[in-house]
């Protein structure tokens, strides 16, 4: 776990390094687009971590951005998201008890709309902070011998921001972000958990 956060901090380091020797650029105008594909992990929060523990390499993330004024955009962010974990001992079901190893997994797709800010003007490196609130249809899904149980809602959710962007020209940007989703009770499941993500945003 450690090694694995350690790999994402990392890449912050060498994001402002690169920031530190890289041109000023022109920053986004308002009405422009942007668009930023991303690559995320994820690490389970609250009832998510006791339901399926653990760092997973599994996800992405897509964002789509109107720009209202020089720092300031919203748009709308969707995305995939998993978590597993395998488990051991005696799993306790409605139709009786299994005992042997369990396979727990937890699939999130967000349906957000955002709102983020930039500082640093016309600098290559960028902070952001951003929110989100939208929907979440999350799949919790268990597999014991040969029972398969699922349990699939949609939560209302919030979402909070914070990143670096390494702007490489008008165009186009390198982004660092950390995001944590909340998705409220629903059918008594509570399903918050974090995305670390890497990313490149094109804009136009």
Request: aromatic share 12%; hydrophobic share 40%.
């Amino acid at each position: 776990m450690m090694r694995k956060m350690n790999v994402m901090l990392l890449l912050v380091a060498a994001l402002m390094a690169s920031g530190a020797l890289a041109r000023p650029v022109t920053a986004q105008q308002p009405g422009d687009w942007m668009w930023n594909l991303q690559y995320s992990t994820v690490l389970g929060a609250g009832d998510t971590k006791d339901f399926a523990d653990g760092f997973s390499w599994r996800g992405v993330t897509v964002d789509a951005q109107r720009v209202l004024r020089p720092g300031l955009s919203v748009g709308i962010s969707t995305g995939w998201h998993v978590l597993n974990e395998e488990t051991s001992g005696t799993l306790v079901l409605d139709q009786g008890s299994i005992t042997g190893t369990a396979f727990r997994s937890v699939n999130s797709f967000p349906i957000l709309a955002t709102a983020d800010y930039s500082f640093g003007g016309s600098g290559a490196l960028q902070p952001f902070v951003g929110a989100g609130v939208g929907t979440y249809w999350i799949q919790n899904r268990t597999e014991a011998g040969v029972f398969a149980i699922d349990d699939d809602n949609w939560h209302f959710g919030l979402m909070g921001e914070a990143g670096l962007a390494l702007r490489q020209g008008r165009g186009s940007a390198f982004t660092l972000s950390a995001r944590y989703n909340y998705g409220f009770e629903a059918n008594g499941i509570e399903r918050p958990y974090w995305t670390f993500s890497a990313g490149y945003r094109i804009s136009g």
